[in-house]
């Protein structure tokens, strides 16, 4: 389920705030939050704020080089170029055509007993699959993978955790997990390579695999410390999700209607 997703042009119009924060200032001229939204489009996921401070500057550096730059492409007198002008004509378009869709779906409402009746009649739709809580140990041999089974067998509970993440820690290869204990965290089976996948399923919480498991990476040795059975999301949890998809399903409705109903008056000629 998707929302309106805005163009780049409209999305920086539809930013600007009256409280916006202020990085710097270029020839008296205030470079806002709008200035830096321009910018981080290009950094996809990426969020400013979260950024260190460095790479921050350097964002802001940019946002007034750019400010500079502008400034003297309005100086040049680019604006009474025609190409500016052509483009001009299509940009206005675009926004005229864009906000005006955006007002379209804003106005839609959803009906609170559509949005139920859609979660109880789509019931496979919001399954969540079982999962589990999980830790590795990753060496490059079976003989390495066999050793550290050796050294956790017998061991079970709170001293089995504490001697895996003890040999994780000192002996696992994978550099992403090697300073945690090994830990994964939760995972679906298809977030995994299948072998890795089939044995951490087949596991009870608090087991470990006996036998070393074979991947493209290497060996491993895998501990589950938790697990959950598959299970159907909340009406709560996915309420959000159902309204945002009706809403869309209906603004489209909308839309497509309207634009047959225009074509039935309009000459249209396909070359």
């Not at 990085?23 to 008296?28: H, K, L, M, P």
């Amino acid at each position: 389920m998707k929302k309106v997703i805005l163009s780049g042009i409209v999305a920086a119009v539809l930013s600007v705030s009256l409280n916006a924060t202020s990085y710097a200032t270029v020839n008296g001229e205030e470079v806002t939050d709008q200035d830096i939204a321009v910018l981080m489009r290009a950094m996809q996921g990426a969020k400013f704020e979260e950024l260190p401070s460095d790479a921050k500057q350097k964002i802001v550096e940019q946002a007034v080089e750019r400010k500079l730059l502008t400034a003297e492409a309005n100086k040049s007198g680019i604006e009474k170029n025609k190409e500016y002008q052509e483009a001009l004509k299509r940009i206005k378009g675009d926004l005229a055509l864009e906000i005006w869709m955006k007002k379209i779906y804003d106005g839609v409402k959803v009906d609170a007993k559509d949005t139920k009746d859609y979660y109880d009649k789509n019931s496979d739709k919001f399954m969540q699959p079982a999962t589990v809580k999980a830790r590795h140990i990753l060496v490059k041999s079976e003989e390495e993978a066999k050793d550290v089974i050796k050294q956790l067998d017998g061991a079970s509970g709170a001293k089995l955790t504490e001697k895996f993440i003890e040999l994780a820690n000192s002996k696992s290869v994978d550099p992403s997990a090697k300073q945690s204990g090994g830990e994964l965290g939760w995972f679906a089976a298809n977030q995994m390579v299948k072998p890795f996948a089939d044995a951490a399923f087949a596991l009870k919480k608090g087991e470990f695999t006996k036998a070393a498991v074979q991947t493209q990476f290497g060996f491993h040795v895998i501990l589950v410390e938790d697990t959950k059975a598959a299970e159907k999301a909340t009406f709560d949890m996915v309420k959000a999700q159902i309204e945002n998809g009706l809403k869309m399903e209906k603004f489209r409705v909308q839309v497509a209607e309207k634009a047959k109903n225009l074509r039935k008056n309009a000459k249209v000629t396909i070359k």
